[in-house]
Nanobody
Framework: QVQLVESGGGLVQAGGSLRLSCTVS????????ISWFRQAPGTEREFVAY????????EYAGSVKGRFTISRDNNKNTVYLQLNSLKPEDTAVYYC????????????????WGQGTQVTVSS
């Protein structure tokens, strides 16, 4: 069993920053690649960022490149998503997920999801 819990969301003005955290339970944290997804009202859940289990690979959606940074601390069983230069378009519920398949861009390849944390960016 793998459980994930997100935190760090909130209300911020455009141009501001937030740091989201995803804490993963168990002793197998290092076995999983972790991704962040987000979902705005009326939209499909979309991929945001990915980090491999060994930290040697990261990937980002084009809409967040240069503004968001994903990192992980395996000693704390935690993955972070640093959100900088936030825009109103970034408003969404942000979810972290543990990859159990092969294709990190596909939601169906993740069996374990957190409950999400709300990020709201005002104009």
């Amino acid at each position: 069993q793998v459980q994930l819990v997100e935190s760090g969301g909130g209300l911020v003005q455009a141009g501001g920053s937030l740091r989201l955290s995803c804490t993963v339970s168990g002793r197998t944290f290092r076995n999983y690649d972790i991704s962040w997804f987000r979902q705005a009202p009326g939209t499909e859940r979309e991929f945001v960022a990915y980090i491999s289990r060994s930290e040697d690979t990261t990937e980002y959606a084009g809409s967040v490149k240069g503004r968001f940074t994903i990192s992980r601390d395996n000693n704390k069983n935690t993955v972070y998503l640093q959100l900088n230069s936030l825009k109103p378009e970034d408003t969404a519920v942000y979810y972290c997920a543990a990859l159990t398949g092969r294709y990190y861009l596909m939601r169906g390849e993740y069996n374990y999801w957190g409950q999400g944390t709300q990020v709201t960016v005002s104009s």
